[in-house]
């Protein structure tokens, strides 16, 4: 899909179409060993080479909201990605994104921040990850920097 594609979408549609291109990614990232799942786990690939993340999801339920720790962490990541050209979005229920990362053994209780990596030594690609680049892009030319995203039910 080309931005132009992308840009004359209706709104409810753009956003069903986000959605579904995000679950996609991080199933197919999970598949190919390319998730860090939590904020400390996050900050440290960051730290360590950030040159190997190639997008950030940040969860925020209405349990943490008044979390101010939680906060100044998402300040940082959000901070982070945007000095070094990560595309960042935001997504309202950490307990969906917890089910797609997970699996039924292991449900991830720090799934507020996942980075989607590019191993070096065999970098994958998908096609939906390009829709998410695309909308974030559009969204930034908006001024809406941390654009947010709805995933589909389950």
């Not at 799934?111 to 829709?131: F, Q, R």
Request: aromatic share 8%; charged share 25%; with cysteine.
């Amino acid at each position: 899909m080309t931005l132009e594609e992308v840009l004359t979408q209706k709104p409810s549609e753009r956003a069903q179409c986000t959605g579904k291109a995000l679950e996609e990614v991080l199933v197919s990232a999970k598949a190919n060993d390319c998730l860090t799942i939590g904020v400390y786990e996050s900050a440290k690939v960051m730290n360590v080479d950030p040159d190997s993340v190639s997008f950030c999801v940040l969860a925020m339920d209405e349990e943490f909201e008044c979390d101010i720790a939680l906060q100044i962490h998402f300040t940082l990541i959000q901070a982070f990605c945007f000095d070094n050209d990560i595309s960042i979005v935001r997504v309202n229920d950490m307990q969906s994104l917890s089910e797609i990362v997970g699996d039924k053994a292991e449900q991830f209780e720090d799934a507020h921040c996942v980075l989607i990596t590019n191993p070096a030594e065999d970098s994958w690609e998908d096609p939906a990850l390009e829709k998410l680049h695309l909308f974030c892009e559009e969204s930034r030319s908006y001024n809406e920097w941390v654009p947010e995203i709805t995933l589909p039910e389950r």
